[in-house]
C-alpha cells in the first residue's frame, strides 16, 4: 500500500507542476504563491519546477527518499502560509479545508520520506512514522465538515446514477471524522486508514476522472483531479505505515 501511495503522490505533484509550467491560467485554479507577494509569477514557476522535479524524483528509488523530504519541507512552508489564512478568518470553514488539504500532503510526504530506507538501508523510527499518521489524521475533521456544511457543492458532484446524494455527502463527512479519531486513538486505526484511502480513490475515480473526461480543458477540475489523487496517495502511504493488526499503529 506504502508503494501505491508512494506512485499516486509522486503522479499527482508531477502533474500539478507540469500543469503549472506549461498550462496558461492553471495557477489561478491551483494557487501556490499569494498574488501579493512580489516576483509572483517568477515564483509560481519555481514552485511549479520544484513539485514537477520532486514529484518525478519520488519514482526513482535513489531519489525518493531526498525528493520526499524537499517535498515536506516546501508543503510545510505552504502550510504555513494557509495557517495565516485561518487565523485571520477563522470562522469561515473553507480555509480550515483549504489548510488541511495542505496538512495531507505534508502527511504524505513525510510518511513517504519516513517508511524509506535510509542510505544505510534502515528503515525510519516509529516516532517519525507516526508524526505523519498523526497529521494526516488531525486533516480529516475539517475535510469531513467541509462535506456536511457544502451540501450545495457535495451533492452534485456525486454521479447521478448513484442515490441518496445528501445522506451520501453527510456519510462521507463523517467518515473522515470518525476515521481521524480512529488513527489518533490507535483503535482500529489501520482499518480506518485503509477505508479512509479507498473512500478518496473511489472520489477520484467516479466523480473526477468522468468530469475531467467531459471538460478537459476546466483549469479547476484539472487541479481537483490531481488533489484527489494526491489525497488518494498520501491516504495509501498512511495506511501502509500501520503495522500490528488492524487495530495497532506502526511500529518500527
Not at 81 to 96: D, F, M, S, Y
Amino acid at each position: 500500500m506504502t508503494g501505491l501511495g508512494r506512485v499516486l503522490f509522486a503522479a499527482s505533484f508531477a502533474m500539478l507542476g507540469a500543469l503549472t509550467i506549461g498550462l496558461p491560467g492553471f495557477a489561478a485554479a491551483w494557487p501556490l504563491v499569494p498574488k501579493a507577494v512580489a516576483w509572483h509569477d517568477v515564483l509560481t514557476a519555481l514552485s511549479g519546477a520544484l513539485l514537477l522535479a520532486g514529484g518525478i524524483g519520488l519514482l526513482a528509488p535513489r531519489t525518493a527518499r531526498p525528493a520526499s523530504l524537499v517535498l515536506a519541507a516546501f508543503l510545510l512552508l505552504e502550510l504555513l502560509l494557509k495557517a495565516g489564512h485561518v487565523v485571520a478568518h477563522p470562522l469561515i470553514e473553507v480555509r480550515w479545508e483549504d489548510m488541511s488539504q495542505n496538512l495531507i500532503y505534508l502527511a504524505g510526504a513525510w510518511t513517504i520520506f519516513s517508511t524509506l530506507p535510509d542510505r544505510g538501508g534502515e528503515l525510519a523510527a516509529f516516532g517519525r512514522v507516526r508524526v505523519g499518521q498523526i497529521l494526516f489524521a488531525l486533516a480529516l475533521p475539517a475535510i469531513g465538515l467541509s462535506h456536511m456544511l457544502y451540501l450545495n457543492l457535495t451533492a452534485p458532484l456525486i454521479p447521478s446514477w448513484l442515490p441518496f446524494h445528501v445522506p451520501l455527502a453527510y456519510f462521507t463527512g463523517a467518515a473522515y471524522i470518525a476515521a481521524s479519531a480512529a488513527m489518533l486513538s490507535g483503535v482500529l486505526a489501520r482499518l480506518a486508514a485503509t477505508l479512509t484511502a479507498v473512500m478518496v480513490s473511489l472520489f477520484t475515480l467516479i466523480v473526477w476522472i468522468p468530469i475531467v473526461t467531459a471538460a478537459p480543458a476546466n483549469r479547476f477540475d484539472l487541479s481537483e483531479i490531481c488533489v484527489s489523487a494526491a489525497i488518494s496517495g498520501a491516504a495509501w502511504a498512511v495506511a501502509g505505515s500501520f503495522r500490528g493488526g488492524w487495530w495497532a499503529p506502526a511500529r518500527r
